[in-house]
Nanobody, 120 residues
Framework: QVQLVESGGGLVQAGGSLRLSCAASGSIFSINAMGWYRQAPGKQRDLVAGITSGGSTNYADSVKGRFTISRDNAKNTVYLQMNSLKPEDEAVYYC??????????????WGQGAQVTVSS
């Protein structure tokens, strides 16, 4: 089994900051990529930011300049620093990882989700 455990969600005022963390554990040979997705009620789950094992990053246009994704490969952990939060950022944020297991390649796993609420 592979587990992705998220932390760092909460309530902030517009303009504030939050830092999300996602730690992967289990029978992992390697993590090919990790990313953050968000989903508001009644909305599609969309990619917010992604990072490959080599360090290449990708951001949704709506968060460029405000959010930063980073990772600690030794800890199998990915972070999302969210600054200048806006009400439209309010959603459940999910950590996702494409993982090469000891017995299988290219398997996707999801964290439990972290609620981010932004008040004005």
């Amino acid at each position: 089994q592979v587990q992705l455990v998220e932390s760092g969600g909460g309530l902030v005022q517009a303009g504030g900051s939050l830092r999300l963390s996602c730690a992967a554990s289990g029978s992992i040979f390697s993590i090919n990529a990790m990313g953050w997705y968000r989903q508001a009620p009644g909305k599609q789950r969309d990619l917010v930011a992604g990072i490959t094992s080599g360090g290449s990053t990708n951001y949704a246009d709506s968060v460029k300049g405000r959010f930063t994704i980073s990772r600690d490969n030794a800890k199998n952990t990915v972070y999302l620093q969210m600054n200048s939060l806006k009400p439209e950022d309010e959603a459940v944020y999910y950590c996702g990882a494409n993982v090469t297991l000891t017995s299988r390649t290219g398997t996707d796993y999801w964290g439990q989700g972290a609620q981010v609420t932004v008040s004005s």
